[in-house]
């Protein structure tokens, strides 16, 4: 059930279980709550700035035109409704640990004993005086508004910043649904750092097969006067800008009272908990784990292996019950579309995506991410 605005305006709420976001990691922790027929403590909530959780995995492939925007996100009424939660669509404007209180974005006050965050995280804004718009990647929903403004309204050229697996997919994406766009790729360093180099060279081969204009090792410093500046040269004009930089802290995690890394990221141990207030547990891209020597990525996949860990710990916080562990692995499998249907593949120092495998690789994509959806609509 989803309350009405005005009911949570005039009140202040509580709740013993609060869900900070429909991320990842929640959407697998209430699936697997609800396949083991486990309810939450009753009065517990989903706080979610909207009804549905949207899966980034496939956004690309929507952008490319492969799948509609109803087939990238998942209702949350049903999964709430399975396990006793009741869904607040609401923002949270911030938290305040010490009171165990959060602040929504209609002004209502929401109490907990036991808080879950999983609000993920987004990309880092460029130095702008505004003469050109910046459009980040995340959140989806807003992405993929400006995204069916421009089928109508296409800019003559298309910048997206950033050289990591999502910058490379939505570049390929854009190009393909804006085809008399004129769309370039820049980022500081190398095309997809940390992954093989033969990776990378079938990575650029492909973008520039296609018209892309890469931009390697340059270094967006600010965007002033219509244009984007790299340490003091102007690179070609741009009518529209994607934000694809990888991922920054929210705001409002720097003043919540929980301790964070030199990032502004949450702190957790290996049990998923805030390193300063156990009844708070975090996962997903807002989390750093600090019980590693080098805290794993944040991607899609550590937050699909952080859900049940979650569902388990936030439970048994309510229980006598010990709590468990989360082990990362040390490598996570990427699969790279390349908006034709097909992907590249790479896991660690292992890469493939030559012509006449890219199908079968997308296709294998393509198993896994519709089985993520079908497995979290019940
Ligand atoms: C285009 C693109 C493609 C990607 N493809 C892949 C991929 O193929 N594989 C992969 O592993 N990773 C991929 N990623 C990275 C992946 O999206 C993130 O690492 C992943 O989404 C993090 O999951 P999460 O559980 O932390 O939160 P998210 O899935 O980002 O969800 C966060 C949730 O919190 C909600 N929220 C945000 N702010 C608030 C607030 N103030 N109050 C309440 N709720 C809030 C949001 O509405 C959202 O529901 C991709 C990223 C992008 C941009």
């Known amino acids: 059930m989803t309350i009405p605005e005005q009911q949570i305006n005039s009140s202040s709420l509580s709740a013993p279980l609060v869900l900070a976001g429909a991320g990842h990691a929640h959407l697998v922790a209430i ?44 209702d949350l009424q049903p999964l709430c409704k399975k396990v ?19 602040e929504l974005t209609d002004g209502a006050s929401l109490s ?51 050289g990591g697996a999502a910058a490379f997919e939505l570049t ?35 973008l520039r097969n296609r018209g ?6 340059t270094r967006v410093t600010r965007i002033e006067q219509g244009r984007l500046w790299a340490e003091g040269q102007a690179l070609p004009d741009t009518g529209a800008l994607v934000l694809a930089t990888g991922a920054r802290a929210l705001p409002w995690y720097a003043d ?25 547990f975090v996962s997903g891209d ?10 794993h990525p944040r991607s899609g996949v550590y937050a699909v292996r952080h859900g049940p860990v979650i569902a388990h ?18 490598q996570a499998l990427a699969l790279l579309a390349t908006a034709d249907g097909g992907a590249l593949m790479s896991y660690g120092r292992f890469s493939a995506g030559t012509a006449w495998l890219r199908p079968l690789l997308g296709r294998w994509k393509d198993y896994l991410d519709l089985e993520f959806m079908r497995r979290h609509r019940l």
């Open 112 to 162: 907990y004993k036991v808080l879950s965050i999983n609000t993920g995280s987004q990309p880092p804004t460029l130095t702008s005086d505004g003469s050109i718009q910046q459009v980040p990647a995340k959140p989806f929903p807003a992405f993929k508004e400006q995204w069916q403004y421009w089928m109508h309204e296409a800019p003559s050229r298309l910048t997206v910043v950033g």
């Open 256 to 280: 919540s009272g929980l301790q964070q890394d030199d990032d502004g990221f949450l702190a957790v141990g290996n049990t998923l908990q805030s390193k300063n207030h156990p009844d708070v």
């Open 313 to 330: 710990n936030v439970l048994a916080s309510f229980s006598a019950d010990s709590l468990q562990t989360f082990q990362p692995q040390r």
């Open 31 to 74: 699936r697997v709550w609800a396949e083991a027929g486990l309810r939450v403590p009753e009065g517990s909530v989903l706080v979610s700035p909207t009804s549905k959780a949207w899966y980034s995995g496939m956004m690309p492939g929507m952008i490319a035109g492969r799948f509609t925007p109803e087939a990238c996100a998942i």
């Open 172 to 206: 390929l994406a854009l190009q393909k649904s804006l085809p008399h766009t004129k769309t370039s790729l820049v980022f500081n360093g190398r095309l997809l750092d940390g992954h093989s180099r033969h990776l990378q060279a079938l990575a650029g081969r492909l």
């Open 212 to 217: 892309v204009s890469v931009y390697e090792q």
């Open 286 to 295: 807002a989390a750093t784990l600090m019980s590693t020597a080098k805290p």
């Open 84 to 102: 006793g939660l009741r869904l607040i669509s609401v923002g949270i404007a911030s938290c305040h640990a010490s009171e165990k209180r959060l």
